[in-house]
């Protein structure tokens, strides 16, 4: 939902390696890997046993695939540059965004 309604959220914006981007953009890449290593770890220790596994590494990879879209970057590029803030009414965020 992050990666279409682009909440301001200051501290996740800090964290954000890639300042060209938004937020949300780094977190669904870190959401797909993750999801990806989970299942490529579980499958090491204790064996593919379920349908369940390939299914959500194919959902990691979906996701991963789906966030290096060109149009999702273009999306989550938009405006980035020029400081716009894209603030969503009823983020999280307690502090004003200074631009």
């Known amino acids: 939902m992050a990666l279409f309604f682009l909440p301001a959220l200051h501290w996740a914006e800090r964290l954000n390696p890639f300042k060209g981007m938004r937020w949300s953009w780094m977190a669904a890449i870190s959401f797909g890997v993750a999801l990806m290593v989970w299942i490529a770890v579980q499958v090491v220790m204790i064996g593919a046993g379920s349908w369940l596994q390939p299914l959500y ?12 879209a060109p149009w999702v970057r273009r999306h989550l590029t938009a405006g980035v540059a020029s400081g716009s803030s894209h603030r969503v009414e009823g983020s999280f965020d307690a502090a004003p965004r200074e631009d």
């Open 57 to 68: 590494f194919g959902v990691g990879l979906a996701i991963l695939l789906l966030s290096l």
